[in-house]
């Protein structure tokens, strides 16, 4: 068997030597793995970018093999692993996760596992193959569930590839079990929910973890994605688009300078929510041209789905009305029920309108709610369990209705893809580090979400302990990071000096290996660093002086109650 730590990147890029490198120890995983299905690959100066990494040229092995779980008929589930060349190999495995209901993002996010010296891997969830999403395995007929299936989306499969991952990469790099390897993973949106569901309950399982927007809340957000024509069918008016992009830019126009920096980014949406009102819209001029159509912020295919779509818009010209306003400000103070409870949250100020987004009906000349993206499907699929893709309208669909429809989910799902366990006591006792990174305009994945769910967290471990008490203690663990300007998992178009983040996964790696704890958070934009929550960014001298403040109104602005349900909801 060939020495990889002294061979050439081509030596040890064989069938062979990959075969004989499989994990077929027994990881207690009940698995067994197909030795004839082993492929590998050689790719030499890649050049490779994203923004969840800095731009690269690799090169890397890819090893690809087929496992299945022991007493399961027809069961296949594929793992691929990229290897870095010897020299750069620095004892380190990382799992890398997927976005909308994909359970990898392919190429987008794996290489930064080769820029940091480890070993990254992806899976295919046993779906059928890399490129087969989630949804197309759900139901085996109507009304029959594919539990298997969930239960891998939720959470089976990327412990299984973490745990063969870990174990190949020690085999092929020939390294004792007395010797660590570093083990790290890095997601964002499903792939954020799909690292907390291993730090949830899998605590010695990774090092550390970067989870970006992650869906913790599954049923709730994906059923939040109804609530814009929710409220627009109760309010009776329907927007164009163009009506509420001109009060997203004006928004942002007006609360970009509470930060005390005037650059095009709102970095305190919670300073804008205490202070602006969009009655001051109305009247306001808009126009735009006719367009095709498209998604907003052009998300890579992975996430698209994430988002209603925009089909074929005609000229849109006007000034923004009352009703319209009425529809903004009732979509982002969230849902509220006919008891005056509150069911979910919403956007932030300075976020697009996404999940209000309507559509252009050509045959009436009429704009309409809708019933695209994966809100209409969630209901349709996986609460009604019909094989279709929406809902058929919004008729009799009310915010109570989407109140109970969520309790459903939750009830259903809550052992797969509800992922809010909020006592994290086993991860903080292994040792592990997390860093979460939320783009604050984040119009898919709203980033209260994530304060709520470290709020929650917080209060479960800590709540005994005061503010500053309680919060040094999360510091220890896990940290938490609002990105200005940020759109969902990157950088936003209509707020573009807001950057994003690309080298957080290095972050992790110093503060698990050396014990490098950050109180702040590089960032790739304009605004080059990034507050750790609960404190806020506030510049002074012209814009050129940057603290971060404790800011009690503030916070409280970010903090909600979700007290339609009769039970927490973490």
Request: aromatic letters at 12%; proline letters at 5%.
């Amino acid at each position: 068997m060939v020495t990889a730590r002294g061979a050439s990147l081509a030596d040890y890029c064989t069938a062979e030597y990959a075969t004989k490198s499989l994990p077929v120890q027994d990881l207690g995983l009940g698995v067994t793995i197909d030795q004839s299905s082993v492929s590998v690959a050689l790719a030499s100066n890649k050049s490779v970018s994203s923004q969840w990494f800095e731009p690269a040229v690799i090169d890397y092995c890819s090893v690809t093999f087929a496992y299945s779980h022991d007493g399961l008929a027809n069961d296949i589930v594929h793992v691929s692993y990229l290897v870095p060349p010897p020299d750069k190999f620095a004892n380190r495995y990382v799992s890398t996760g997927g976005g909308g209901l994909a359970i990898n993002s392919g190429g987008s996010f794996s290489p930064v596992g080769i820029i940091v010296g480890a070993v990254s891997g992806i899976t295919d969830g046993g779906f059928g193959n890399f490129n087969t999403q989630y949804d197309a395995v759900f139901l085996l007929a109507k009304k029959n569930v594919n539990w298997q299936a969930t239960y891998m989306f939720g959470y089976q499969a990327h412990h299984e590839l973490a745990v063969l991952g870990k174990q190949f990469t020690r085999n092929f790099f020939n390294i004792s079990n007395d010797d660590k390897i570093y083990s790290y993973y890095q997601g964002c949106s499903e792939g954020g929910r799909e690292g907390w569901s291993q730090i949830q309950r899998f605590a010695g399982q990774f090092d550390g973890l970067v989870t970006g927007a992650p869906a913790v809340r599954f049923s709730q957000l994906q059923t939040n994605h109804l609530s814009g024509g929710v409220i627009e069918e109760a309010i009776g008016y329907y927007p164009p688009p163009c009506e509420l992009e001109k009060i997203v830019n004006l928004t942002i126009a007006a609360c970009d300078g509470l930060d005390g920096k005037v650059d095009g980014v709102v970095a305190r949406s919670d300073l804008c929510k205490l202070s602006f009102d969009y009655k001051t819209t109305i009247g306001q001029p808009y126009y735009c041209p006719a367009s095709n159509g498209g998604f907003p912020g052009g998300l890579p295919s992975v996430q698209r789905r994430q988002f209603p779509g925009a089909g074929p818009t005609p000229e849109q010209n006007g000034t923004v009305t009352a009703e319209g306003v009425a529809v903004a400000s009732a979509f982002t103070n969230g849902l509220i029920d006919s008891k005056g409870k509150r069911i979910y949250l919403n956007p932030q100020p300075g976020a697009s309108f996404a999940d209000a987004t309507t559509l252009y009906n050509e045959n009436t000349g009429a704009w309409e709610p809708s019933l695209s993206g994966l809100g209409p499907q969630w209901v349709a699929r996986y609460l009604n369990l019909e094989e279709k893709d929406a809902i058929d309208s919004f008729e009799n669909v009310t915010a109570d209705t989407l109140r109970d429809w969520m309790a459903l989910g939750m009830q259903r799902y809550s052992d797969s893809l509800q992922t809010t366990w909020p006592d994290l006591d086993p991860f903080k006792s292994a040792g592990g580090k997390v860093i979460q990174v939320h783009g604050e305009a984040d119009s898919s994945i709203p980033a209260g979400s994530s304060v709520h769910y470290y709020e929650s967290i917080r209060n479960v471990m800590y709540g005994d302990l005061n503010d500053d008490e309680s919060t040094a203690a999360m510091d220890e663990f896990y940290r938490l990071y609002i990105v200005p300007g940020g759109a969902h998992c990157g950088s936003n178009r209509d707020q573009p000096a807001g950057g994003w983040p690309a080298t957080t996964l290095q972050t992790v790696i110093e503060w698990a290996e050396n014990g490098a704890a950050p109180d702040i958070l590089e960032n790739s934009g304009d605004i080059n660093t990034l507050c750790k929550w609960p404190l806020r960014p506030l510049w002074s001298q012209n814009g050129t002086g940057l603290e971060c403040v404790y800011d009690s109104a503030s916070r409280d602005s970010w903090i909600y109650n979700f007290d339609a349900f009769k039970y927490p909801v973490y």
